[in-house]
């Protein structure tokens, strides 16, 4: 049939016209010359005779053999780069399906037109499909427990839609709530990629508040759920979850996991392999080297990006900890040499771990060094008291002489 579509065409056209009433067979037919008609890229044809095929739907056909029949000829013209032509044939679709009352079809179709104008840009009228598409989901002739597992598959569907959504218009108010409402459906069995893409918005969401666990462990899954799809979204997602340890400390070697081991030694996971192991050898300059070598396949990602600044930041108080700990007094310049960081940065961790209470120390900057107390906690406090009750007498003096 592909080796010369033009007379295929044709034979399956005469079929339709020896059909005196509008039945399977002339369906069939149709749905051939569709897809033909597509195959030649002749499309102004396509859409006319799928115009005929429609009309089969209303009486000529069951239920099962249209939306099986339908289904197949998505899928094909799905593959077009043509964004105008595939709205104009979802809406067609759409507009029929209607008045069939076929709703699961409708559901199919509705969700396929959103993604294709989500693609395009066409935010608010994505956003009004996922109006329409929530709606049909809240509305159910029957409590049974297939019906309401259908809904909330459908209802998952929906809800990783409008999260792409979000994340395209980067409304990260909306995200966060989106994640935990969709936490609460219990009901659906959703297609892995539904479920991955739930589980990466989680993962982005407890990274914006540092929670470095939880986000690791929604990353996981979005890299697991994405795998099992097939999707090469699984990479980004792999990255993340390395991305989300590395913040968290770098207590756990990401790679130790069967699923993660197996694309450790992918080219665009070598990188993070490798940051990873300077990580946990502490080793700065090393760190900094592999960022500055892969710097396009790792700054690629805009999302990692955002966070690179905060990585190394973790990373240099790591070591800064490290060093500091067995002296009681410490020269900045040499701090500077170790963390490859000028002494203005060195004396601003320092003042930021000080703040935090990691560090109970001072700063001499005279003389370019960082004082530690090694005291207890209950001295270095009441140290603290006295010399805040001095300062309270002498104020007091003052006040007195004048």
Known sequence: MEA?????????????????????????????????????????????????????????????????????ILEIVARSD???????????????????????????????????????????????????????????????????????????????????LYTATKNNKKLKALYQESLTVKSGVPHPRITAIIHECGGKAHLAERDYSKAFHDFFEAFKNYDEAGSPRRLHCLKY????????????????????????????????????????AGDVRQFESILTKNYDSIMNDTFIRAHIEDLLKTLRTRVLLVLLKPYTRLQIPYISQKLNIPAKE???LLVSLILDNQVRGLIDQVNQQVILHRGSS?????????????????AVHQTLVQ
């Not at 009004?128 to 709606?135: A, D």
């Not at 409590?143 to 569907?157: F, H, I, M, P, Y």
């Open 346 to 348: 060195v004396e601003a």
């Open 241 to 280: 979850l390395v991305l989300a340890n590395l913040l968290g400390g770098g207590t756990i070697d990401p790679f130790d996991s069967p699923e993660a081991k197996a694309y450790a030694p992918h080219v665009e996971i070598v990188a993070f392999r490798d940051l990873v192991t300077s990580f946990a």
């Open 378 to 394: 209950h001295n270095a406090q009441k140290y603290t008291e006295i010399e805040s009750w001095a300062q309270r007498v002498a």
């Open 4 to 72: 010369k579509p033009d007379v295929a065409m044709k034979k399956f056209l005469q079929v339709v016209e020896m059909e005196k009433e509008k039945g399977s067979w002339g369906f069939k037919a149709l749905k051939q010359v569709v897809k033909l008609a597509f195959l030649l890229h002749d499309f102004d044809a396509m859409m006319q005779h799928y115009k005929h095929l429609l009309e089969y739907i209303k009486s000529a056909v069951t239920q099962n053999q249209s939306e099986k029949t339908i289904s197949s």
């Open 82 to 164: 043509k964004l105008q032509l595939l709205q104009e044939f979802y809406e067609l679709t759409l507009a029929t399906l209607m008045e069939a009352k076929n709703e699961r079809l409708w559901f199919k179709v509705n969700l396929k037109l959103a993604e294709l104008c989500l693609e395009s840009g066409e935010y608010g009228k994505t956003a009004k499909i996922i109006k329409e598409l929530r709606k049909s989901c809240e509305t159910t002739t029957s409590n049974s427990t297939a019906n309401l597992s259908k809904k909330g598959t459908q209802l998952l569907q929906v809800y990783a839609l409008e999260i792409q």
